[in-house]
T-cell receptor, first 115, second 109 residues
Framework: GAGVSQSPSNKVTEKGKDVELRCDPI?????LYWYRQSLGQGLEFLIY????????KSGLPSDRFSAERTGGSVSTLTIQRTQQEDSAVYLC?????????????FGQGTRLTVV | DAKTTQPNSMESNEEEPVHLPCNHS???????IHWYRQLPSQGPEYVIH???SNVNNRMASLAIAEDRKSSTLILHRATLRDAAVYYC??????????FGAGTILRVKS
């Protein structure tokens, strides 16, 4: 596709359940980011994948959060035992590094509601 | 990561120029200065970036101070669609993109 694709666009889950959020970056982009944005708040960095390097997980809020990126392309963010405070919009972005054009392109996000 | 200081909010009239300042006094010599914006209910979008020289593109201009400790994003003619949160982000090539609080720009018709 032409842009970063995220699925699902909306997810409602019960407290305590696990959820998986998917991000399809732009083809060829080596960098991939996950962010979280709670209602009315700023963008909270979660995790950063860059090529084959070990991911920068410094923003993950707890060990209930994990992410993987398979084959350098699709990424999945997993939240285990969801809590109500996990309710937020989860945004994915990708960028083409290896050049000076490091513009990051964002997906439309997944709105997660934990009830 | 370099620390940034931006006004919490600014207001502009439609069709007038807007100058959005950013202080980044701890910027390193290899940090590019990136600007992104986030329109209401949307993901962020790239606006412009530069290293030392002033930069222009179809969306905006970026004026970078000679000592690189500050920069100004210039919207030449603000429209209602430009109402957004604007983020100034010094970032070293290959490093992660981290957003601060940004400046809320309100545009009055």
């Amino acid at each position: 596709g032409a842009g970063v694709s995220q699925s699902p666009s909306n997810k409602v889950t019960e407290k305590g359940k696990d959820v998986e959020l998917r991000c399809d970056p732009i083809s060829g982009h080596t960098a991939l980011y996950w962010y979280r944005q709670s209602l009315g708040q700023g963008l909270e960095f979660l995790i950063y994948f860059q090529g084959n390097s070990a991911p920068d997980k410094s923003g993950l809020p707890s060990d209930r959060f994990s992410a993987e990126r398979t084959g350098g392309s699709v990424s999945t963010l997993t939240i285990q035992r969801t809590q109500q405070e996990d309710s937020a919009v989860y945004l994915c972005a990708s960028s083409l590094t290896g050049s000076l054009n490091t513009e990051a392109f964002f997906g439309q996000g997944t709105r997660l509601t934990v009830v | 990561d370099a620390k940034t200081t931006q006004p919490n909010s600014m207001e502009s009239n439609e069709e007038e120029p807007v100058h959005l300042p950013c202080n980044h006094s701890t910027i390193s010599g290899t940090d590019y200065i990136h600007w992104y914006r986030q329109l209401p209910s949307q993901g962020p979008e790239y606006v412009i970036h530069g290293l030392t020289s002033n930069v222009n593109n179809r969306m905006a201009s970026l004026a970078i101070a000679e000592d690189r400790k500050s920069s100004t994003l210039i919207l030449h003619r603000a429209t209602l669609r430009d109402a957004a949160v604007y983020y100034c982000i010094p970032m070293e090539y290959g490093n992660k993109l981290v957003f601060g609080a940004g400046t809320i720009l309100r545009v009055k018709s």
